[in-house]
């Protein structure tokens, strides 16, 4: 294998150790719902993932002068200005707000955002949000760095009489936010301050029209902070939870357990896991394979297991029939990582034939894959679909969790 390969294979693997916490990735045994947790209470403060299974837990380091770092890989959190900060169970904005208390508050001046990392995108979040004065908090979700719904939460002077739809008018406050009904009212009409205890918060939950991997908070009046079962006496029942969509299954290195298939609308696609090309032992890996048939892209997204494997496979896909007087538009184009935001870029082809002296027997060569990329094309084959019209079919060969069109 030549070097500028090899380094290209080393950083791949380095990225998917970076999946691991500690010597643990994600489960895969799990059979139950899978959520993502943020837990910030006294007795600890941390995403847990959980999927049936043993949890996965990433630990919110101590703040330092109450500034926080959490960058993955569950999840992270970013803010406007100086970043997020901590301070007694609130996370707000660094720089603090109107009222001069740094971290633990977000004004409406400032943001905060959630991005989930290695875990599936969510269809829904319950969020733990502590209000203070006359507040109205947009709460954005995205997908791949792209808005796809905003709902908004209001709270005392926030509200308006006649909008929005009322939570429950006694502690502990909920509403729920629909693409239907987003705009909630919590709390009655209660302008409650600070450290009132659960008094002053309200537990939201969002369920968007679709699938989404991002939350951001910014009020357009007065104050919020994300917070996860403190004010609650740590129960874990009020953690800020993403319920995820879950994988679509998992992937082994033999014919009954190693192929996913996806054949919706225009869109098909059929991928085999392969031996690993380092010639360590297959570990199973769960792994989502989507299509947005409107868009005409294909994800397939394997997921590190424990311990972390540089997987291979081998794959067919094809898009939405052409007009056969032009053949020639169909092209493959793929985002190496899937992961937002997309970058698509013409799929190469293989500089040889991958399988014909593969790195470990039933894997593949490696060597094929130019440098800089992680798949390639092996064969192209155009087939008439009607009269008008041809589909093109690809078979590729590669490493990564790809999106295609």
């Not at 992270?76 to 609130?90: N, Q, T, Y």
């Not at 082994?252 to 010639?279: H, K, M, S």
Request: hydrophobic share 35%; with cysteine.
């Amino acid at each position: 294998m030549n070097t500028a390969r090899s380094l290209a294979l080393a950083a791949a693997a380095a990225a998917a150790l970076a999946l691991g916490i500690g010597a643990t990735t994600l489960s895969a045994t799990g059979t139950g719902e899978e959520t993502l947790r943020l837990h910030l209470g006294s007795d600890a403060t941390q995403f847990v993932y959980s999927n049936g299974g043993d949890p996965i837990t990433q630990a919110i380091g101590t703040p330092k002068n109450c500034q926080i770092t959490v960058t993955g890989p569950l999840a992270s959190i970013e803010g406007s200005d100086r970043g997020p900060g901590l301070k007694d169970g609130s996370v707000g904005i660094k720089t603090g707000g109107s009222t001069g208390v740094p971290c633990a508050r977000v004004d409406s001046t400032e943001f905060l955002t959630v991005g989930l990392e290695a875990v599936p995108n969510a269809v829904r979040a319950s969020l733990d949000l502590e209000l203070k004065g006359s507040v109205r908090v947009d709460v954005t979700v995205s997908l791949g760095g792209t808005a796809v719904e905003t709902f908004q939460v209001r709270a005392g002077g926030g509200i308006v009489p006649g909008q929005g739809v009322d939570g429950s008018t006694t502690a502990p406050y909920t509403a729920t936010a629909t693409t239907a009904q987003p705009v909630v009212n919590c709390r009655n009409a209660s302008d409650s301050g600070p450290d009132s205890g659960p008094n002053d918060n309200c537990y939201v939950t969002i369920e968007p029209s679709s699938e989404f991997d991002g939350v951001k908070l910014q009020p357009v009046s007065g104050e919020v902070s994300l917070e996860g079962s403190w004010d609650f006496g740590n129960d874990p029942a009020f953690d800020t939870i993403f319920y995820l969509t879950g994988y679509t299954g998992e992937l082994g290195c033999t014919p009954e357990n190693g192929t996913a298939t996806i054949d919706q609308g225009n869109v098909y696609g059929t991928f085999t896991r392969l031996e690993n090309p380092d010639g360590t032992d297959c570990v199973l890996k769960p792994y989502t394979l989507s299509a947005d048939v409107v868009a005409e892209t294909l994800s397939f997204v394997p997921v590190d297991v424990d311990p972390p494997q540089l997987a291979a496979y081998r794959g067919t896909v094809a898009f939405a029939p052409k007009l056969a007087s032009n053949p020639v538009t169909n092209q493959l184009e793929y985002d190496q990582d899937d992961d937002g935001p997309i970058e698509f870029a013409l799929m190469p082809w293989c500089a040889g034939d991958p399988f014909a002296n593969p790195d470990v027997p039933g894997s593949i060569d490696t060597g094929v894959i130019p440098d800089g990329d992680t798949w390639c094309i092996v064969s192209e084959t155009t087939k008439v679909y009607s009269t008008t019209q041809v589909r093109t079919e690809w078979d590729v060969v590669g490493i990564g969790d790809p999106k295609m069109r």
